[in-house]
Antibody, heavy 119, light 114 residues
Framework: QVQLVESGGGVVQPGGSLRLSCAAS????????MHWVRQAPGKGLEWVAF????????YYADSVKGRFTISRDNSKNTLDLQMNSLRTEDTAVYYC????????????WGQGTPVIVSS | DIVMTQSPDSLAVSLGERATINCKSS????????????IAWYQQKPGQPPKLLIY???IRESGVPDRFSGSGSGTDFTLTISTLQAEDVAVYYC??????????FGQGTKVEIK
């Protein structure tokens, strides 16, 4: 079955960096586009970034553009999110999610990894 | 960007009764070439990741109970839970995937038992 396991979250000071990873299994990772979505404490869902299966296109929310970089390693079945210049408003649980075959919306989600940006 | 607005923000429904959640997009999410509405609905229970319920506005994801249904077209959409069960207590989100490079969610609707 599809499994997505995020890691790399933690506490970081404003202006700092963090790299999140998502280990995928149970499906042909190299065939699927992937998303990162976040959720601030007590708040709703916010889409963060998207990457095509072959890395041909990458898209970002305006709130993270220029600071975050999405990447993948299809040989290792891993998805990454490099987060630089972190702000307190980046505090959230970060989910990786696989897109559905029929459309680009996410179908399977990981359990998430928490990121806390605080001094 | 396409803005998704849900109503109400919360609702309390008696067990066995109908729950209706509305979602309005700031522009049409109906793609004329395939006549499909690029809308999905998610359910999120506390401490869990979101679960996909509905895509293409009205297609139930595999394994989703048939008491969940989606309807609407263009800019106005509805998620209906026909007979509310205790396990349906959750926050529900609509999401558009019409825009080529952005995916936006509504603010969420919290469903509770009256």
């Amino acid at each position: 079955q599809v499994q997505l396991v995020e890691s790399g979250g933690g506490v970081v000071q404003p202006g700092g960096s963090l790299r999140l990873s998502c280990a995928a299994s149970g499906f042909t990772f190299s065939s699927f586009d992937m998303h990162w979505v976040r959720q601030a404490p007590g708040k709703g869902l916010e889409w963060v970034a998207f990457i095509r299966s072959d890395e041909s296109n990458k898209y970002y929310a305006d709130s993270v553009k220029g600071r975050f970089t999405i990447s993948r390693d299809n040989s290792k079945n891993t998805l990454d999110l490099q987060m630089n210049s972190l702000r307190t408003e980046d505090t959230a649980v970060y989910y990786c999610a696989k897109r559905k075959i029929e459309c680009t919306t996410p179908d399977y989600w990981g359990q998430g990894t928490p990121v806390i940006v605080s001094s | 960007d396409i803005v998704m607005t849900q109503s109400p923000d919360s609702l309390a429904v008696s067990l066995g009764e109908r729950a209706t959640i509305n979602c309005k997009s700031s522009q049409s999410v109906l793609y004329n070439s395939n006549n499909k509405n690029y809308i999905a609905w998610y359910q999120q229970k506390p401490g869990q990741p979101p679960k996909l319920l509905i895509y293409w506005a009205s297609i139930r994801e595999s394994g989703v109970p048939d008491r969940f249904s989606g309807s609407g077209s263009g800019t106005d959409f509805t998620l209906t839970i026909s007979t509310l069960q205790a396990e349906d207590v959750a926050v529900y989100y609509c999401q558009q995937y019409y825009a080529t490079s952005t995916w936006t969610f509504g603010q969420g609707t919290k469903v509770e038992i009256k």
